[in-house]
Each structure stands twice: as C-alpha cells, then as structure tokens.
C-alpha cells in the first residue's frame, strides 16, 4: 500500500475504508435517483388512480378530480390519452438513465476514474432529465387543451389544496 506524505501508517490503513464509505454514498445517490418514487412512497404507476406523470414533477390527475371539474366523458378519455403516451415516454426514459447510472457506478469502482468519462455522463443525465422535463410539459399542455378555462381553474384549485394537504402532513412528520 501506497502512502501518504505526513500521514502515519494508521492514517492510511483507512483509506480504502473511506473510499468504500464514499462509494457507498454515490451508489445511495444513484440509486434514489433511479428508483424514486412519488410523495407516499410509492413507485411510479402503482397507484391505480394515477393517470398523469406525478412523481415527475406533474400534477397527479385522476378520475375523481376530472369529475370534480366536471370534464366529460371524452375529456376523460383524451387526458388518459395524452397522460398515458407521456407516461410510457418517460418510462423508456428512466429505463435508459438506468443504464448511465450503471455506467457511473462501474465508472467510481474503477481502480482509476476518469474525471472526464464521468462528467460525459453526468452531462448525459442532465440531457435526460431535460427531454423528460420538456415531455412532462408538453403532456401538461396537451391536456390542457382538452379542457376549459373553468375546468383547469377549478383543476389547479384542486391540485393547489392537494399540495397543500401533502406539505402539511410532511411537517407533522418531520415535528
């Protein structure tokens, strides 16, 4: 073993300890980051009300709230519609960031890493996440569309509430 200059021997018996305590924490992050799930702890599409892409960052629209604003049978049909193509979009999306994650993880366990093969692929997450961000968006617009201006007032009233309900219970959880 390699040491250190200015270090006794017994500093650097822990080393390969916090290199191994470092792995562990960029394989946590990785791996939250490629299974994360929606504010009840759920995975994403488990719900069985979910329609929209929720856990990324839209609102979670189901059928209840469709009805609560008076949406019409074809309304429904057409939100599911879009909500549903964006959903398996974003779907092939995080299935192909598992394998940059991968590439990461094998990348940090490597004896040397490479500074700049990790930044490639940091910039191809963040690509990623950008396409899924600009889908999500353009799904939110899409259903949009299909309803009024009275029925997403009421809409974003509804989801507002629910926002509010949710960081309410996250502080009586935390307090």
């Known amino acids: ?36 799930q929606d504010a009840m702890g759920r995975p994403p599409g488990e719900h069985h009300q979910r329609m929209g892409p929720g856990m990324y960052g839209g609102p979670m629209v189901n059928d209840r709230m469709l009805d609560a604003v008076g949406a019409s049978a074809e309304q429904k049909t057409r939100v599911r519609e879009i909500m549903s193509g964006a959903r398996d979009d974003i779907r092939k999306t995080r299935e192909a960031d598992r394998g940059l994650h991968q590439q990461m993880l094998a990348l940090m366990a490597a004896p040397k890493i490479d500074p700049a093969a990790a930044e490639a692929l940091r910039q191809k997450l963040i690509a990623s996440h950008d396409a899924t961000s600009k889908r999500r968006l353009q799904a939110m617009l899409d259903a949009a569309a299909v309803l009024s201006p009275e029925q997403r007032q009421k809409l974003a009233e509804r989801l507002k509430a629910r926002h509010d309900m949710m960081e309410r219970h996250q502080r009586e959880r935390q307090g």
């Open 1 to 36: 073993m390699t040491t250190c200059p200015g270090l006794s021997e017994r500093h650097n018996l822990f080393r390969p300890f916090a290199l191994a305590v470092l792995m562990l924490a960029l394989s946590a992050t990785v791996a939250s980051t490629a299974q994360a």
